[in-house]
């Protein structure tokens, strides 16, 4: 094996521990912005050395196997993971791309990226039949009963219509304050960020624990749909609302990638303040036909991409390591 191959190995293993430790067991072992150097590094090598990309390489799959205890949920459309992009010129890059491939200038709708985890809502008739997580974006965990617990989440819509719908459960931040000052109080071990203690009071088998964390949610997505005839993301987000489920109002429709870049400028200032922990913004193409005609990659749609903040300045010790970003 030369040396590229082996580094190429090494960062697998690298990234399947700590996906395992942040996706199954809700306890990170190292920072996120550790995790996606890792993670882009092993990207470049394998733009490189396309020889290299392995099918079960950690830039061909989203999450990680999903824990054994709940019932698995077959997502009939997959639940994706998202592109990155970290700077303006990986958002020009975007759209550049995207206007080549269509030959016309898409509008955007522009979302917060909530950091929590991705949960899908399956309506029968209207009624709340079934909640799942993403797990590995086909096979996902069924936590009805915990998604149940969570007050946003209506358990009835208001017109009897089967739809899944889709979105990001998560803890407020009044919500983890008090829960690390319960768990201080009590002298156990403290939740690193909101996310991990969401995602891990998700997956609870007791329900009691769920309710005990009072998360909250958004939904940004339709899965599967019967009876709904939509042609457009923010026409879905619009329709979500006035079913009843909880969407996020901070959301814009950007005519061009200047008003997306002047989006995220906004809440790159803004962002503390908001009452719930956000990562980045997301961007999306708006028109349905315009999203068919971009398609997929193995991983994420191509209509749509997470800009994500740069990492805070943090010094984190873990494992005994001082992790200085
Ligand atoms: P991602 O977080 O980069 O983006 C995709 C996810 O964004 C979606 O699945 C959805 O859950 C979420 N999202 C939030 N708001 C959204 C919106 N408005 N519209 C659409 N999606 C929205 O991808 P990922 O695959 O879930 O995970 C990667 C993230 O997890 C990275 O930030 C990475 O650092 C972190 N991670 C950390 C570790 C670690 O060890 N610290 C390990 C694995 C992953």
Same mark, same amino acid.
């Not at 400028?265 to 962002?271: I, L, M, S, V």
């Given at each position: 094996?030369? #040396?590229?191959?082996?580094?190429? /190995? ?31 590094? %092993?990207? @470049? *090598?394998?733009?490189? =050395? ?53 030959? $016309? ?24 039949? &079934?909640?799942?997580? &993403? ?12 998604? /149940?617990?969570?007050?946003? +989440?209506? *358990?009835?819509? /208001? ?5 899944? @719908? ?31 203690? @969401?995602?891990?009071? %998700? ?10 964390? =009072? *998360? ?7 899965? $599967?749909?019967?009876?709904?005839? +939509?042609? &457009? ?19 814009? /429709?950007?005519?061009? +990638?200047?008003?997306? *870049? !002047?989006?995220?400028?906004?809440? !790159?200032? #803004?962002? #503390? ?43 984190? !010790?873990?494992?005994?390591?001082? %992790?200085?970003?």
């Amino acid at each position: 094996m030369d #040396n590229i191959e082996q580094r190429v /190995k090494e960062l697998h293993k690298l990234l399947y521990d700590y996906g395992y430790a942040y996706y199954v067991l809700d306890d990170p072992i190292v920072p996120d912005a550790v995790y996606d150097q890792y993670l882009h590094e %092993l990207i @470049a *090598l394998e733009e490189q =050395n396309p020889n290299l990309i392995f099918p079960d390489s950690p830039t061909q799959r989203v999450g990680a196997v999903v824990s054994e205890g709940f019932k698995k949920v077959t997502h009939t459309t997959p639940m994706l993971s998202l592109s990155n992009a970290f700077n303006e010129e990986d958002l020009r890059d975007f759209d550049r791309r995207i206007v080549g491939l269509i030959d $016309e200038t898409p509008a955007y709708v522009c979302e917060l990226k909530i950091d929590g985890l991705a949960i899908s809502l399956l309506y029968v008739d209207g009624i709340l039949v &079934r909640g799942a997580t &993403r797990g590995d974006g086909t096979t996902g965990e069924d936590i009805t009963t915990n998604i /149940k617990t969570i007050r946003a +989440i209506p *358990l009835r819509l /208001k017109d009897p219509v089967t739809i899944e @719908a889709r979105g990001e459960a998560y803890m407020p931040k009044a919500s983890f304050q008090k829960l690390n000052e319960e768990r201080a109080e009590r002298g156990e071990e403290l939740f690193a960020n909101p996310r991990n203690a @969401a995602a891990g009071g %998700l997956r609870q088998l007791d329900p009691k624990m769920a309710a005990s964390r =009072n *998360l909250s949610m958004f939904v940004y997505g339709m899965g $599967e749909t019967e009876d709904v005839n +939509i042609d &457009r993301h923010s026409e879905a987000l619009q329709y979500f609302k006035v079913q009843g489920l909880p969407t996020n109002k901070e959301t814009r /429709k950007c005519a061009s +990638i200047e008003e997306v *870049l !002047t989006f995220i400028e906004e809440w !790159t200032t #803004n962002r #503390n303040e908001l009452p719930y922990e956000i990562d980045g913004i997301v961007i999306k193409v708006d028109d349905y036909a315009q999203q068919e005609e971009l398609g997929f990659t193995a991983k994420s749609p191509r209509f749509a991409i997470a800009y994500k903040f740069p990492a805070e300045e943090v010094v984190t !010790t873990i494992i005994g390591i001082d %992790l200085t970003i």
